[in-house]
């Protein structure tokens, strides 16, 4: 290679894409930037051996900072547009989805479970699987569990009249009675036991629901 070859290849400057801090130091002119930024090819000519040495230069930490950040600038922005505009509603809807399935698990037995004769009553039984579900110790001091078909429970949020500001969700009083149990926390009892009084009844019920309009049922806040 020619010194004037040799000279015309210094002088070039890297591509646009490489992502050394400008200045680039003129050694370094022939370089290249290599993957995504993690290193630098170099060709160096030495004037001893007027040979060509290639070697890899690492990028300093700054250096893959500064990369980062403006690669992930446009990134970042449509993330956080999307955090802002879908995050809540996003987050709601999976508060939602998850009360819901909470309903059906916890607050429906259709057809009605027969516990074994150790637990001492159905609401023992019940409020024991309640717990573990919760994955609680605390013994609730009221648990309603409804005895009928999970698609008459949910025809009562087909429409929901009223909204509840306490409960900031929409409601309902249930235009039939249904069938439950109401499990009671039975108070003479030691503190470490957690042992429920079972009434069964049927009586109307107010509901709490996911919408206004086609919800589904998701709380049981009183009877009527």
Request: hydrophobic content about 30%; aromatic content about 12%.
């Amino acid at each position: 290679m020619t010194p004037g070859r040799r000279r015309a290849e210094g002088r070039r400057t890297p591509p646009l894409s490489c992502c050394l801090p400008a200045p680039v130091p003129p050694q370094l002119q022939s370089g290249k930037c290599c993957g995504a930024c993690h290193f630098w090819t170099l060709r160096i000519f030495t004037r001893r051996t007027n040979r060509a040495r290639v070697i890899r230069k690492s990028l300093l930490p700054k250096d893959h900072l500064d990369l980062l950040f403006r690669r992930m600038a446009p990134l970042a922005a449509q993330l956080l547009f999307l955090q802002v505009v879908l995050g809540t509603a996003l987050v709601d809807n999976i508060k939602t989805q998850l009360a819901i399935k909470n309903f059906r698990t916890l607050h429906v037995d259709y057809p009605k479970v027969t516990y074994a004769k150790g637990f001492q009553g159905y609401c023992n039984g019940l409020m024991s699987y309640v717990r573990g579900r919760q994955e609680s110790w605390y013994c609730p001091k009221t648990h309603y569990v409804l005895h009928a078909p999970w698609t008459t429970i949910w025809n009562f949020c087909k429409y929901s009249e009223s909204f509840c500001e306490n409960y900031n969700e929409y409601c309902t009083l249930t235009q039939d009675s249904v069938p439950l149990t109401i499990c009671s926390l039975y108070y003479r009892q030691p503190p470490t036991s957690c042992r429920y009084n079972s009434t069964l009844t049927n009586q109307r019920l107010y509901l709490l629901c996911s919408e206004k309009y086609d919800g589904e049922p998701i709380d049981i806040i009183g009877l009527y």
